[in-house]
């Protein structure tokens, strides 16, 4: 299960669009189905995903901010949210909110935000 992580992980990174859409949706299954093996890849599985949250592709935008919802449930203070990372994962949550153009995109983003309000506490 590490190297299927690792792998989608890299997907997500350097993949195709239809790979990076494919691999954060995989990842979101990924993600409540191991909680125990996901937790100690949370920070490297945000830094990954954070980048993407603002792709030209609307599929994988929303595919990625589903994962990071649910990474962050699932972790909680212990996903590796930095100063930084608050900032720009807001930014882009705010930006895919207001984005007219892809419904599932506002949806995921908006459902992601309310997540990461209730892991806050």
């Known amino acids: 299960l590490r ?8 997907a997500l990174e350097a993949g195709r669009k ?39 592709n ?9 994962a990071l919802g649910l990474l962050v449930a699932r972790g909680g203070a212990g996903a590796g949210f930095s100063r930084e990372d608050e900032g720009e994962v807001m930014r882009e949550l705010i930006a895919a909110i207001e984005d007219r153009g892809s419904r599932r995109r506002r949806f995921e983003a908006a459902v992601a ?7 806050a506490g």
């Open 113 to 119: 935000l309310s997540r990461i309000t209730r892991g």
């Open 58 to 66: 609307k599929r994988a935008s929303a595919d990625c901010f589903k």
């Open 18 to 56: 239809s790979d990076r859409s494919d691999s954060a949706r995989l990842l979101g299954s990924f993600i409540p189905a191991c909680p125990s093996l996901v937790a100690p890849f949370g920070p490297p599985i945000l830094q990954a995903l954070i980048p993407k949250l603002s792709d030209s």
């Open 3 to 10: 190297e299927h992580l690792t792998v989608l992980l890299t």
